[in-house]
């Protein structure tokens, strides 16, 4: 059984108070929506643990940006599985575009990751995508398996979320068609072991778009960006129809 999942990436966006502040305001809508979809909240390093403290014994879920490869050791800037489990992460994104485009984090540093993630019990979420040269040039289908043949190499598939992010949609406002969107994921499911992996869609998921995009069948939740930073549009994804 596919698990439905929607993800907020809060990336670089809001301090501790702010994050009080976006807490009170969505605790108090998650009473009316309904118990599914299971909702993670992948935020700054700095509001992990009070998000941590506070989320505990709700139904949100906490995710961080990323995690090292290594336990320990001289890596600045960097932070290690042990560090994020913890405090309480469950989720940790891998492979986002902003970190492969910025940071120049190559296929075999994400397959690192993701293994790290897994051996200290955290559940990685994996971002591939394309960007619009890759589209125009009708290379979409092989640069996401390219992606995949290195990223996933000894990935255990059962502890695994993998995230389909057209670079081309994220914080741009153009959003890949909700058909499409669902053709490239059906496709990335074909290459996997484990055809239970939930496979989201992340890309300017916007409470005007998002019921299309969860009406897909190969769709199984969003991993959402600037819709993630205010609790009334966040909650209406949570809320989907």
Known sequence: MRKIIIAGNWKMYKTQAEAKEFLQGLMSQLTEIPEKPEVVLCTPFTALDFMSK??????????????????????????????????????????????RQHFGETDEKVNLRLKAAQKHGLTPILCVGESKEQRAAGETESHIFSQLATDLIDVDQEN??????????????????????????????????????????????????????????????????????????????????
């Not at 499911?189 to 409470?207: C, D, M």
């Not at 005007?208 to 609790?231: K, R, T, Y």
């Open 160 to 241: 695994l979320v993998i995230a389909y992010e057209p670079i081309w949609a994220i914080g741009t406002g153009d959003t890949c068609e909700a058909k499409e969107a669902n053709r490239v994921i059906g496709l990335i499911r074909s290459k996997l072991t484990n055809s239970n992996v939930t496979i989201q869609y992340g890309g300017s998921v916007k409470p005007n778009n998002v019921d299309e995009i969860m009406a897909q069948p190969e769709i199984d939740g969003a991993l959402v960006g600037g819709a993630s930073l205010m609790p009334d549009s966040f909650s209406r994804l949570i809320n989907y129809k």
């Open 54 to 99: 506070n989320l505990h014994g709700s139904r949100i879920k906490l995710g961080a940006q990323n995690v090292h490869w290594e336990d320990e050791g001289a890596y600045t800037g960097e932070i290690s599985g042990p560090m994020l489990k913890e405090i309480g992460v469950n989720y940790v994104i891998v492979g986002h575009s902003e970190r």
